[in-house]
């Protein structure tokens, strides 16, 4: 063991053991400590990174709390109204098809406002990317209820808990879009442990790489915190996610054809 | 050589987006403009230019695809009626926030609601003032002929263009139905080039290329709002776009656009019969609206009919013009009834000779 190891030694290049992919931008991140947006942007430029084909890649940031990523992302992007990332998607996909071009879109976004265009653009196969963060909260507005709120789960619009008779069940759209004969992979991942974060990431280069062969639409869900919405601590929050969202949303490959 | 053809309205926006080169449709079917995507899908656009065609699940989508296609800075158009765009606004607004170019077609039919599928001219206030949310305007064109339906889509995404902005063509179910004969302009060839702002892939070159309406600090919202006010200003300078039917000798005047205003030019002709000396101005851009043109006309003749299908909107900003100097009046049909020159007439020597 070296006894007078210094601070050159250690951040010596051959001593790396992580770098920032250099697709992100020197904006400091926005999002709560502890929140999952932050890895997963990370996983997806990572990706774009390794491919080499950030240079053809377009974005499409929606409405909620990753409404700014492309203040980090160092990609040419595109904001979308809420919920209508996928149309905006199909827009630039149709007139550049050679072009990769991904969604990142929260579950308010994806499974409520914006169910409608998710539905189609996965029915018509778009050849695109879709991440989706399912939080089961809406982040961005102050914690309310989104269409994947467990049942009894409580936010500021269901403070008593989720009244499934009143409110309606949680929307699994994931098991949904992948009825469909559009999207050719469709899986749910987590980003909370570095396995699953090394899982997610090979996730979701399979879901561009398709992009390349077009197969049409890759939809990676990644199931996520939120501990401001949900009002516990980070480490609170990922405990509480194993225990309670993955038995409702388990993780693994849907759909791979 | 020219190119002569009896065209339907709907069909003349449809032929001339594919000879502009325009690089995509997107849309949804509504009556009495479905025409439109339907002729486009027969002619097979994506052989004959590789312009893409695309039937969106709605109006909301349709217009969110033309987002994405003008953010890559590609010509990109839809068509709709009235309860259409409607569902279209919000896009609209985020279209005129992200200063990206467009052209939308309104062949507007009776409200409010579903309203009926015949003529009108009661989106006015929705085109001309805003529609959706914000401070902003689109460019607004009416025809009033098929072959302005031609011209104007040309003319429209040319403008769309400069100001980086969306325009729309107001026109009715009459126009979009009926068929004349339309002088067809050359094939012009798709851009192989799209423009410094647009959404192309980011090359190690340039910094980013970014298509967004969010400011979040107000301080810099405001300063781009004024960057929008400023650009509208420089569109109310320059754009203005009217006709001026026998107003040389006028003492008396119908306002019309669109169908209203060829309407109007029989009814000129049944007064004039009568030696009532009527002239007929026909805004042609209603966004900008030609206050200038009308205000002058106002120092000569004695009061002014205002004919509108709806139950009277243009006539506020014909108001405006003439600062209260004369009579203005306004005579409409609407709810999809449209008047006939003999009542448009008898309405002026009540209302605007007789009272
Ligand atoms: C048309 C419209 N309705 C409502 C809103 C307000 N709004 C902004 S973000 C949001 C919810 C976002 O939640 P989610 O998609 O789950 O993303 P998260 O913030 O949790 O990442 C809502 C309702 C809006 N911006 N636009
Ligand atoms: S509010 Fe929730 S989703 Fe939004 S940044 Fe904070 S922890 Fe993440």
Known sequence: MEENITLEDIIRPENLVFQKTKLFTEKPLSYCPGCGHG???????????????????????????????????????????????????????????EKFVFTYQGDGDLAAIGTAETIHACNRGENITIIFVNNGIYGMTGGQMAPTTLPGMRASTCPYGRDVKSMGHPLKITELIAQL????????????????????????????????????????????????????????????????????????????? | MK????????????EAAIRCGADA???????????????????????????????????????????????????????????????????????AGAELPCLVVNVVRGGPGLGTIQPSQADYFQATKGGGHGDYHLIVLAPASVQEMCDFVKDGFDLAFQYRNPVMI??????????????????????????????????????????????????????????????????????????????????????????????????????REKGIKVGLFRPISLYPFPYEAIESLSKQVKGILSVEMSAGQMIEDIRLAVHDRIKVQHYGRFGGMMPVPSEILQQLETQIIGG
């Open chain 2, 170 to 271: 107001l026109t009715d179910g009459a126009i979009g139905q009926m068929m004349e004969k339309v002088e067809l302009f050359e094939q012009i060839p798709r851009s192989e080039t799209q423009p410094e702002w647009a959404c192309v892939g980011k090359p190690a070159t340039r910094g980013r290329s970014i298509i967004t309406s969010l400011e979040l600090d107000p301080n810099r919202q405001e300063q781009f709002n004024l960057k929008l006010q400023k650009k509208y200003r420089e569109i109310e300078a320059k754009e203005v776009r009217y006709e001026k039917i026998q107003c040389d000798d006028a003492e008396y005047l119908f306002v019309a656009y669109g169908t209203s205003s060829r309407i109007c030019q029989k009814s000129v002709q049944l007064a």
């Open chain 1, 39 to 97: 890895v997963i942007h990370r996983l997806v430029l990572e990706v774009l990174e390794e491919m080499g084909i950030s240079e053809q890649t377009i974005g499409v940031a929606p409405v909620g709390c990753s409404v700014l990523a492309y203040e980090f992302m160092d990609i040419d992007m595109q904001q979308a109204a809420h919920g209508r990332a996928p149309a905006v998607a199909t827009g630039i996909k149709r007139v550049f098809p």
């Open chain 1, 181 to 257: 004969p559009g999207t050719s992979f469709v899986t749910r991942q987590a980003v909370h442990t570095p396995g699953n974060v090394r899982k997610a990431k090979k996730a979701i280069l399979k879901a561009f790489q398709n992009q390349k062969e077009k197969k049409g639409l890759s939809f990676v869900e990644v199931v996520s915190n939120c501990n401001s919405g949900w009002k516990v601590s980070p480490v609170q929050a990922n405990k509480w996610m194993v225990e309670n969202m993955f038995p409702f949303y388990p993780l693994g490959d849907i759909k791979d054809v």
């Open chain 2, 25 to 95: 449709y997107f849309g949804y079917p509504i009556t009495p403009q479905s025409e439109v995507m339907e002729y486009l899908m027969a002619e097979r656009p994506e052989q004959r230019t590789g312009m893409v065609v695309l039937q969106a699940e709605s109006e909301v989508a349709s217009i969110n695809m033309i987002y994405g296609a003008a953010g890559c800075g590609k010509k990109a158009m839809t068509s709709s009626s009235s309860p259409g765009i409607s569902l279209m606004q919000e896009g609209l607004s985020y279209i």
């Open chain 2, 3 to 14: 190119e002569l053809r009896l065209m339907k309205g709907n069909e003349a926006i449809a």
